[in-house]
């Protein structure tokens, strides 16, 4: 959550923490390396020194680059959240986000948004949907994220499922 938080700019989308007696490995996913490397590695041990601090242990951390970005559910859900917290749309928003992920040759996405839509006063869900999502299918390459929005009348959820081209 501190990683998380730390480098909201920076689009995280993994951070695996492995513990061992004296180190601490912190494994980054992202979309933007050079926001959390920084020039010449200044913020990457600007990091590794909170961690410590925090830790009290050796920390090491590895970053990973995602190539194309738009095919991370968490990273496509927390987009949609950012839009529609700046008040853009969420059907806009929700759309834009889809026909990115087919560009990327996706074999489906399905996007449930679910909250005060538009500020109304029930709450309701609505699901987008495009190309196929076969979720009973154990060989589909599926990747699933939960996103929220925090807008001025509450939170909205964002589940995003995106069935990347099993290659």
Not at 3 to 12: C, E, G, Q, Y
Not at 36 to 51: F, N, R, S
Not at 53 to 77: C, H, S
Not at 126 to 147: H, M
Request: charged share 30%; hydrophobic share 40%.
């Amino acid at each position: 959550k501190y990683i998380h938080a730390r480098l909201s700019k920076a689009s995280v989308s993994k951070v695996i923490i492995e513990r061992t007696l004296k180190l601490v490995t912190v494994t980054i996913t992202t979309a933007r390396p050079g926001i959390i490397i920084g020039k010449g590695g200044q913020e990457v041990d600007k990091l590794k020194e909170e961690l410590k601090k925090v830790t009290d242990k050796e920390v090491q951390i590895n970053i990973f680059e995602i190539k194309r970005p738009e095919l991370d559910a968490y990273l496509v859900g927390t987009s949609i959240a950012r839009q529609i917290e700046s008040r853009i749309s969420y059907r806009r928003a929700i759309k834009m986000a889809i026909a990115a992920a087919m560009r990327m040759n996706a074999e489906g996405i399905k996007v449930l948004i679910s909250g005060r839509l538009n500020g109304a006063e029930m709450a309701r869900s609505e699901q987008f949907k495009e190309g196929r999502i076969p979720l009973s299918t154990f060989r589909a390459d599926i990747d699933y994220a939960l996103a929220e929005a925090h807008t001025t009348y509450g939170r909205m959820g964002i589940k995003v499922w995106i069935d990347r081209k099993s290659t």
